[in-house]
């Protein structure tokens, strides 16, 4: 028997009706729900494609001002230590994995091509200087973002490094700031305001710092500074840096994820006493912060004695976005 035209005509639009209702709901549905995501900071130590060291190695320089005069070089000291294998790299890209992270800020790494090897599923914001020591965000592929410009200041002039900034999920509900910073190293625990010369340069850095946290504040956006601070901010007195972070801007108030973890070393034998890689919050996240997701991902004392791994380890925190 020949099929009822009519009925034919009735039944393909109202099954395609109910199609597209059905992907609504869910598309709703999707954009409803809270966006969990995982946020990690790591320093690579000098990471670069192994192409790249073995053209910089020869020309290595051997002390600051020479470093300085020379952004695209490498210190002698780090040429003759740090030049990584295939199995080190492997390695990395092994803890990577481990991590798990969506989003990774990551320091001394020289861009794009050198993050790959570690993270080939992720994308990537990083900071345009000539040195070779860069900062960025790997971003997992697949996530909504939009890189932002670097933050220079924090650069005073070109000798320190640039801060990255990116937007995570853009226009939407869930939309997060993120800044990606390594401060000056060698004022780990003096004052800013002490006679050390790199003390000094920690403290030309920070009204930067105060800045762009200041102006997210005042905009009203939800934002996370991650990355190598060089400070241990949990034992900070009177007015360290952190106290000097939301000086005189009204509602600028920050979580420090780490406050309350327990300091472990990245491997045996380091002897480190207190966190220098931190995530903060605006404190308009604090409730998102998932209650026990702080996490320093240490490495194996064997692998880190017989690899090229890093000085540092991860720190990550999970996020759920409401």
């Known amino acids: 028997m020949a099929a009822n035209p009519a009925r034919r005509r009735f039944i393909g639009p109202s099954w395609c009706a109910l199609a597209l209702l059905a992907l609504a709901a ?21 990471f670069m494609t192994p192409n790249m060291f073995n053209s910089l190695k020869g020309g290595c320089t051997h002390d600051d001002q020479a470093h300085r005069a020379r952004p695209r070089s490498i210190p002698c000291d780090v040429a003759a230590k740090l030049e990584r294998s295939a199995t080190d790299i492997a390695a990395l890209a092994s803890i990577a994995r481990t991590l798990d992270a969506d989003v990774i800020a990551v320091q001394e790494v020289d861009g794009q091509a050198a993050a790959r090897q570690i993270f080939p599923r992720h994308e990537f914001c990083f900071t345009g200087g000539l040195a070779v020591q860069n900062t960025g965000f790997a971003i997992r592929r697949g996530l909504p973002f939009r890189c932002g410009p670097d933050l220079t200041e924090l650069a005073l002039g070109g000798d320190l490094r640039r801060g990255v900034t990116m937007v995570l999920y853009p226009g939407t509900r869930h939309e997060l700031h993120l800044l990606g910073v390594h401060l000056k190293s ?12 790199a003390c000094a340069r920690l403290a030309r850095q920070v009204p930067a710092l105060h800045d762009w946290l200041a102006s997210e504040q005042q905009l009203g956006h939800r934002y996370a500074v991650l990355g190598d601070f060089n400070r241990d901010l949990l034992a900070e007195t009177g007015e360290g840096l952190w106290a000097q972070l939301s000086l005189g801007a009204p509602g600028l108030e920050l979580v420090n994820t780490a406050r309350g973890a327990e300091f472990r070393n990245c491997y045996a034998g380091q002897t480190h006493t207190g966190f220098i890689d931190y995530i903060l919050l605006s404190a308009s996240l604090e ?3 998932m209650r026990g997701s702080f996490q320093r991902l240490a490495y194996s004392a064997a692998d880190a004695w017989r690899l090229k791994l890093s000085d540092h380890c991860p720190v990550a925190i999970r996020l759920r976005l409401d």
């Not at 809270?34 to 000098?46: H, I, R, T």
């Not at 060698?186 to 010369?197: A, F, I, N, V």
């Open 26 to 46: 869910a598309v709703r549905a999707f954009a409803a729900a809270p966006a969990v995501v995982k946020l990690a900071s790591w320093n690579l130590e000098w």
């Open 186 to 197: 060698g004022c780990t625990r003096h004052d800013l305001d002490s006679h050390e010369k």
């Open 287 to 289: 409730r998102s912060l």
